[in-house]
């Protein structure tokens, strides 16, 4: 950096979270779209990824086909944000912002949620990509379960989404932006734009790249 001015051009790593139900998928395909109008090269990533080995065995635990020690199945779901960290990275430097639908919160706070050590369940995030937005989605996990009840993956039970909604209160910070995510499907998603095309481009202008929990 220099006189104040950033030096390399990037695209932004934007992070949707929240409980089950509260609208990431929906508003992670609406802000793509969006994104892409306004000229940004632009993907739609998410967590997991269960397109590669590791993410088959996450896929086939959360759909209770198989059965895996809680500590073994929270260093897969980081293992799965490892194998794609070098990509991200990649994607990022040459101009491509990625709006991902849930990341290492997602990680912490599902696992924290079983009653393992919230630091014990950081440590293997150390290092991965930061994001430059986190939005989290607002709502309780009461009128989460409203919407079309749940299906049968693992996770999907009204009191366990309520540890999981105090873990991720826990983990915010001041940098995370909370959206009411009871509001009307398009006002949602007329904040996430100003949020995401704020952040878009301050990424473009050359905001460093940083990490998570140094
Ligand atoms: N997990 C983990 O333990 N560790 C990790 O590291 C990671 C994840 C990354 C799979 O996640 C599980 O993995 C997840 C956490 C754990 N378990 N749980 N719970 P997933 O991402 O594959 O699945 P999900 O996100 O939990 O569920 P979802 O159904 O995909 O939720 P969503 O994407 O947030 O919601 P949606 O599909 O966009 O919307 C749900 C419904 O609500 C749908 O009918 C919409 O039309 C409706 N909707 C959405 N917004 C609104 C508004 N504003 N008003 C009214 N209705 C709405
Ligand atoms: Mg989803």
Redesign the pocket.
């Known amino acids: 950096m220099a006189n104040g001015q950033y030096d390399s051009s990037r695209g932004a790593l934007i992070v949707l979270e929240?409980?089950?139900?509260?609208?990431?998928?929906?508003?992670s395909s609406r802000l793509v779209s969006f994104l892409k109008g306004k000229g940004f090269s632009v993907e739609s990533w998410?967590?997991?990824d269960r397109s590669t080995c590791v993410g088959e065995m996450?896929s086939s635990y959360?759909s209770n086909k198989s059965q895996l020690d809680d500590r073994t199945?929270?260093l897969l779901?980081?293992a799965?944000?490892w194998e794609k960290r070098a990509l991200m990275e990649t994607k990022l430097r040459s101009g491509t912002t990625l709006v991902v639908?849930?990341?290492?919160y997602?990680?912490v706070a599902?696992?924290a949620a079983k009653g393992l050590d919230i630091e014990w369940c950081k440590a293997p995030e150390t290092g991965l990509l930061a994001p430059d937005l986190v939005v989290y989605?607002d709502i309780t996990p009461e009128k989460a379960a409203e919407?079309?009840g749940y299906g049968n993956?693992?996770?999907?039970q009204l009191e366990f989404?309520r540890k999981?909604a105090h873990h991720y209160r826990v983990l915010h910070d001041e940098t995370w932006k909370i959206v009411d995510?009871?509001?009307?499907?398009e006002d949602?998603e007329k904040q996430l734009r100003e949020l995401a095309l704020e952040c878009a481009t301050t990424c473009q202008k050359g905001k460093p790249l940083s990490h998570l929990w140094l």
């Open positions: 929240g409980l089950d139900r509260c609208g990431k998928t929906s508003q998410r967590f997991p996450i959360l199945i929270h779901f980081s799965n944000r639908d849930r990341y290492s997602s990680g599902f696992s989605l919407r079309g993956e693992r996770y999907e989404q999981v995510a009871c509001l009307p499907m949602v």
